[in-house]
């Protein structure tokens, strides 16, 4: 065979041990990434499995009679009455009468333990509603504590679980249920109340609310600091030794762990300048450091994206190097600003470790009215409730991951719309 021939044979060879070398790559490549997809799709999965039964919660139906001898009080205008009334006795009285066979103490406490703690508020708030309720008797649905909530709730799945129930309790449950006097209804308290000792009166509106007054604050100091850096360093800023430091220690800030970011928080805010923990105006002071280096680095490369052309057009008519950044370039610029802001806000959103250390890990049980009161976010309060023992605290975990992604998801998606929306083809 000739010289030719065999280095012709010799490259063939090659040439299909490389495309076989590739195709493997690719296939290794597909495999990876569907591996991923699928654990996330098993995660998510398993959250909603786990978070959905939180939008649900267990009431039984009781005749409350509001007498007005058993709460003590004649005027429902009275605050002072109102505070010291006994509302716990009109659902306790109601249980009593209901089964009239329990006498002991101890049987009466298992009895009263069939109803949330917090069953004395609704009803107060029922009463406040409808003042005519008053020595009157109507059958209300008062919420089950969180240990009826979750055996009822795996009753229905077919897995009853009876750890923490005596069986007095069960076969009250069982009369109940043979009575259609217990049944599953929507959680209202979920979206409408603050955080809860109890489990079944948990909610998260004060975290929501927290979470949405620290990102004003966030979004407030970032944006504009943020996109004021990013021109000057981009237009304005002489290349030199000092520029160069400033961009080198950005691009560093954004690969630092944010937990550090919460150590700055917590010796230059709070023990140098006496700002008050556990408030969302520290919290966004905090996040706003941690995503100004994310807004400066997407800000810079959108500006970077804009052509020279537009610049020396601008130029060419007269322009002011000003007039050429802010009429020009900046507006041009600005889908990518937004995107790179809303992805910042969407990290700053999801923060847990640079709030812990600011003190925002306390129980807040009241809905924040604004940006000096107390409250925590919704991170937090994923972990918080994940550190809790009671069994009824893993769906409501579950379901606050659920909202929380719910939220983080719909910013990501509106930042590719905005992308896509106003990007411009050059």
Partial sequence: MSKPSRNLERIQRSL?????????????????????????????ADIFLKGKSAFSATYIQLEINYDQEVLGIDDLSDEGALMLADWDRLHKTALRQEFPQVRKRSERRELYALV???????????????????DQTEKFWILADDDIDTYYKSL?????????????????????????????????????????????????????????????????????????????????????RWTEFIEVNINNLAAVPSIIFGLLGLAIFINFFNVPRSIPFLGGLVLAVM????????????????????????????????????????????????????IGM????????????????AFIADVPGGFTDPATVLPVQIF???????????????????????????????????????????
């Fill in 16 to 44: 299909v041990s490389r495309y076989r070398a590739e195709k493997a790559f690719r296939l290794c490549g597909i495999a990876a990434v569907t591996l991923g997809l699928l654990a996330v799709l098993v995660l998510f």
């Fill in 116 to 134: 949330s703690n917090g069953a004395g508020y609704d009803l107060k708030e029922r009463l406040l509603s409808e003042p005519e309720l008053l």
């Fill in 156 to 240: 229905l799945k077919g897995r009853a679980y009876t750890a923490r129930l005596s069986l007095a309790q069960l076969e009250r449950v069982k009369q109940l249920i043979d009575q259609d006097r217990i049944e599953l209804q929507f959680n209202a308290n979920f979206l409408s109340r603050g955080d809860s000792r109890e489990p079944e009166q948990v909610g998260i509106k004060g975290a929501m609310f927290g979470s949405f007054f620290t990102l004003v604050i966030t979004l407030l100091l970032s944006f504009p600091i943020g996109i004021a850096a990013a021109i000057y360093l981009e237009e304005f800023a002489e290349k030199n």
């Fill in 291 to 342: 995503t100004l280096p994310t807004i400066i680095i997407t800000s810079r490369a959108a500006i970077k994206s804009v052509p020279p052309s537009i610049r020396e057009a601008a130029l060419g008519l007269g322009a002011s190097p000003n007039q050429v950044v802010l009429h020009y370039v900046v507006p041009l610029a600005m889908p990518g600003m937004l995107t790179g802001s809303i």
């Fill in 346 to 361: 969407a990290r700053a959103l999801g923060e847990t470790a640079p709030l812990l250390m600011i003190g925002m890990v």
């Fill in 384 to 426: 918080l409730w994940a550190d809790s023992p009671e069994r009824a605290f893993i769906e409501k975990t579950s379901a606050a991951i659920m909202v929380l992604l719910a939220f983080l998801i719909t910013m990501n998606l509106s930042a590719v719309w905005l992308r896509k929306k106003l990007e411009r083809r050059w």
